[in-house]
């Protein structure tokens, strides 16, 4: 069973530009759910994707925004780079989109992003 | 809202001592809780999980939880800290319907001296 994947591991972008980071679900998950944590923080929810659409978003700006595949893998997008957006950004895939045992998460070792 | 809240934001424990992570939680129904940790570089690896039923919970590498209602309080322990487990270890909350977000504290990291 391959497990949540990510590229790159780690990326340097200047303030203005725009990123995109991937990530490969585990096999056999439909959901992915992407998470910010800057440093000395806790992970903070970005948005989820449940087959290809949208199913949910946390307290983050219009330029985040993301993509998912048919293969379930997806995409986050950031444009216009701030030196806020430094941080490790985390994916995480599921079975189901919900809570509950099969709705368990499990995270891949993240994209370090820096902003200049 | 959602939130949690780990008061200690460094701890420091010898080898083969006794461990407790405090966690306190807010939320407005029955939520689900979690414990994560996450060693240097890498990911979120889930140690155990509270849904419903007995409010203690087991979890891998010897980790169990107790959830307590009326002190809105998920406390991790150990009864025997191993040098390995030095990592930050991350308490989180989930809501039971919707989008399986979660809402993570701000960790606290365990330093274990031999």
């Known amino acids: 069973e391959t497990g949540v994947t990510q590229s790159p591991t780690h990326l340097i972008k200047t303030r203005g530009q725009q990123v995109t980071l991937r990530c490969s679900s585990q096999?056999?998950?439909?959901?992915v759910s992407w998470y910010q944590q800057a440093l000395g923080q806790g992970p903070q929810f970005i948005f989820q994707?449940?087959?290809?659409?949208?199913?949910g978003r946390g307290n983050f700006p219009p330029r985040f925004s993301g993509l998912q595949f048919p293969n379930y893998s997806s995409e986050l997008n950031v444009n216009a780079l701030e030196l806020d957006d430094s941080a490790l950004y985390l994916c995480?895939?599921?079975?189901?989109?919900?809570?509950?045992?099969?709705?368990?998460?499990?995270f891949g070792p993240g994209t370090r992003l820096t902003v200049t | 809202a959602q939130s949690v809240t780990q008061p200690d934001i460094h701890i420091t424990v010898s080898e083969g001592a006794s461990l407790e992570l405090r966690c306190n939680y807010s939320?407005?129904?029955?939520?689900?809780l979690f414990w994560y940790v996450q060693s240097p570089g890498q990911g979120l690896q889930l140690l155990l999980k509270?849904?419903?039923?007995?409010?203690l919970v087991q979890g891998i590498k010897g980790f169990e939880a107790e959830f307590k209602r009326s002190q809105s309080s998920f406390n991790l322990r150990k009864p025997s800290v191993h040098w390995s487990d030095a990592a930050e270890y991350f308490c989180?909350?989930?809501?039971?319907?919707?989008?399986?977000?979660?809402?993570f504290g701000t960790g606290t990291r365990l330093t274990v001296i031999p």
């Open positions: 995480a895939s599921s079975s189901i989109p919900g809570q509950g045992a099969l709705g368990e998460q499990y």
């Open positions: 096999s056999g998950h439909n959901t």
């Open positions: 994707y449940y087959r290809e659409e949208e199913n």
């Open positions: 939320y407005g129904a029955t939520p689900y």
């Open positions: 509270y849904f419903s039923g007995d409010t």
């Open positions: 989180a909350v989930g809501a039971q319907t919707g989008a399986n977000n979660l809402f």
